[in-house]
């Protein structure tokens, strides 16, 4: 790790630190071994990712919008800017999580529908809206698009508990936030956001218990409600900020919503950014003293993106993760964990890493920061491990389908 960053840029610094908790990394770390070879140490960032996050099927993963090698030019960008070192493969910067096996998933999904999905080709094709899987083998299904997704399951398991013990993180990929206990849609199979938040809990022996999720990817979570409801979870809080007139239109899961922003299509930067300045501070009044944080930071709001459908601005993607960084780090002074989410557009990785650059710069002291403009620079800059209370010191979108 480099000495102190001088371009941290901003007032934060290496604020995101102040909100950690490394004495429960002990105690976190013995409950995540199947989700990591060995606990992250000093000299590694609360940055998690896994070549195996990106799905290659012969080409047919190309038939869907998603981008489904988003994450690995995520990574190589905020190598370019000098945020991370290597590409962390073999005790590098990042954190490499394993797959998360199927006693994990047991925790939030029906064994009937785990089930469905390892036997039948065409429920996979289902879920992952993409009809041509269904001619495909189960077997090949398994491996070449399931078991990259229970990778996200586990990096983001990993990365809200890394988020506790440094005081952010990143799980370059994740945000499930269509799966939930007894199905999946919008190539979203499992519901990873509310299996990390059950672990979290348990690990930290109650420790942390009170969520807050900040959803904005522009589709609604419907999953991740749907499985609060099911679990009546008091203590998890949803804001969801979405289309509300794209999928998935579920009527049902919006009761498992406590701040709901739903927004016409088209919608720019200066409604879309005064709407969330509002549900935030809704937020902070109704749900006071969060012990977490998760940002879900779907790209899907650019402008032009096909299935989200709203107008924001590069700019406003960063200027809009700023924001809820700073929610979290300097008002209810918590940690917060950053998961991709969704984003359609082959523009998507770079605002990523603009808008990461700008927070880690900003608020964990990494890099020169993106300048909280969008621009698509790669400025390089010195690097530092100030992010982190427990040793090092990250956020936003990818793997959450259409949401």
């Given at each position: 790790?480099?000495?102190?960053?001088?371009?941290?840029?901003?007032?934060?610094?290496?604020?995101?630190?102040?909100?950690?908790?490394?004495?429960?990394?002990?105690?976190?770390?013995?409950?995540?071994?199947?989700?990591?070879?060995?606990?992250?140490?000093?000299?590694?960032?609360?940055?998690?990712?896994?070549?195996?996050?990106?799905?290659?099927?012969?080409?047919?993963?190309?038939?869907?919008?998603?981008?489904?090698?988003?994450?690995?030019?995520?990574?190589?960008?905020?190598?370019?800017?000098?945020?991370?070192?290597?590409?962390?493969?073999?005790?590098?910067?990042?954190?490499?999580?394993?797959?998360?096996?199927?006693?994990?998933?047991?925790?939030?999904?029906?064994?009937?529908?785990?089930?469905?999905?390892?036997?039948?080709?065409?429920?996979?094709?289902?879920?992952?809206?993409?009809?041509?899987?269904?001619?495909?083998?189960?077997?090949?299904?398994?491996?070449?698009?399931?078991?990259?997704?229970?990778?996200?399951?586990?990096?983001?398991?990993?990365?809200?508990?890394?988020?506790?013990?440094?005081?952010?993180?990143?799980?370059?990929?994740?945000?499930?936030?269509?799966?939930?206990?007894?199905?999946?849609?919008?190539?979203?199979?499992?519901?990873?956001?509310?299996?990390?938040?059950?672990?979290?809990?348990?690990?930290?022996?109650?420790?942390?218990?009170?969520?807050?999720?900040?959803?904005?990817?522009?589709?609604?979570?419907?999953?991740?409600?749907?499985?609060?409801?099911?679990?009546?979870?008091?203590?998890?809080?949803?804001?969801?900020?979405?289309?509300?007139?794209?999928?998935?239109?579920?009527?049902?899961?919006?009761?498992?919503?406590?701040?709901?922003?739903?927004?016409?299509?088209?919608?720019?930067?200066?409604?879309?950014?005064?709407?969330?300045?509002?549900?935030?501070?809704e937020a902070a009044r109704a749900f006071p003293?969060?012990?977490?944080v998760v940002f879900n930071a779907g790209t899907?709001?650019?402008?032009?993106?096909?299935?989200?459908?709203?107008?924001?601005?590069?700019?406003?993607?960063?200027?809009?993760?700023?924001?809820?960084?700073?929610?979290?780090?300097?008002?209810?002074?918590?940690?917060?964990?950053?998961?991709?989410?969704?984003?359609?557009?082959?523009?998507?990785?770079?605002?990523?890493?603009?808008?990461?650059?700008?927070?880690?710069a900003r608020f964990a002291g990494l890099g020169?920061?993106?300048?909280?403009?969008?621009?698509?620079?790669?400025?390089?800059?010195?690097?530092?491990?100030?992010?982190?209370?427990?040793?090092?010191?990250?956020?936003?979108?990818?793997?959450?389908?259409?949401?």
């Amino acid at each position: 790790m480099a000495a102190a960053a001088s371009g941290a840029g901003g007032a934060g610094g290496a604020a995101a630190a102040g909100n950690a908790s490394p004495a429960l990394g002990p105690r976190l770390a013995g409950h995540y071994g199947d989700c990591v070879a060995a606990w992250p140490g000093a000299g590694q960032l609360p940055i998690v990712y896994s070549e195996a996050y990106n799905i290659s099927l012969f080409g047919v993963e190309k038939l869907h919008p998603f981008d489904a090698a988003k994450f690995r030019r995520v990574v190589d960008g905020l190598a370019a800017r000098g945020v991370i070192s290597d590409r962390g493969r073999g005790g590098g910067d990042l954190v490499e999580p394993l797959e998360a096996p199927e006693a994990a998933l047991l925790d939030v999904h029906t064994p009937g529908y785990l089930g469905r999905l390892k036997s039948s080709s065409r429920k996979v094709a289902e879920v992952m809206e993409l009809a041509p899987l269904a001619v495909l083998p189960a077997g090949t299904l398994d491996k070449k698009v399931l078991a990259p997704m229970r990778t996200h399951v586990a990096g983001t398991m990993l990365a809200a508990a890394l988020a506790v013990e440094r005081g952010w993180a990143v799980n370059v990929g994740g945000g499930l936030h269509h799966g939930h206990a007894e199905d999946g849609s919008g190539w979203c199979p499992y519901d990873d956001i509310y299996l990390a938040v059950r672990r979290l809990r348990r690990a930290s022996g109650g420790a942390v218990a009170r969520v807050l999720l900040v959803d904005l990817d522009a589709h609604q979570g419907n999953g991740v409600q749907r499985d609060k409801l099911r679990f009546s979870d008091r203590d998890l809080f949803v804001v969801d900020a979405f289309n509300g007139a794209v999928f998935p239109l579920d009527g049902a899961a919006k009761a498992g919503i406590d701040v709901k922003v739903e927004l016409p299509p088209g919608t720019r930067d200066g409604d879309y950014l005064s709407r969330l300045d509002a549900a935030l501070d809704e937020a902070a009044r109704a749900f006071p003293s969060p012990q977490l944080v998760v940002f879900n930071a779907g790209t899907d709001i650019l402008e032009g993106d096909p299935l989200g459908k709203l107008a924001v601005s590069p700019a406003g993607v960063v200027e809009r993760d700023l924001r809820v960084w700073g929610f979290a780090v300097e008002r209810v002074r918590a940690p917060i964990l950053v998961l991709l989410s969704g984003g359609y557009t082959r523009a998507s990785a770079g605002v990523i890493v603009d808008a990461l650059g700008a927070c880690l710069a900003r608020f964990a002291g990494l890099g020169a920061g993106g300048g909280g403009g969008g621009g698509g620079g790669s400025g390089s800059g010195s690097r530092s491990g100030g992010g982190g209370g427990g040793g090092s010191g990250s956020g936003g979108g990818g793997g959450g389908g259409a949401g």
